[in-house]
């Protein structure tokens, strides 16, 4: 997936042995995304809307 950079991924947790992301992480990043296709952005899981 990302070469070398996978195994420290999955030495942190993020990824899991088969390269999928961890389902945490996975859940996080779903919580975080806002709109859809290029509209698409990042924005705190965790804030009051």
Known sequence: MFGSIS???IS???LEKDGQPH???RDIVLAAVEDEGL???LTSPVAEN
């Open 7 to 9: 195994a420290d991924l």
């Open 12 to 14: 942190a947790g993020l």
């Open 23 to 25: 389902s945490t992480v």
């Open 39 to 41: 509209d698409m952005r």
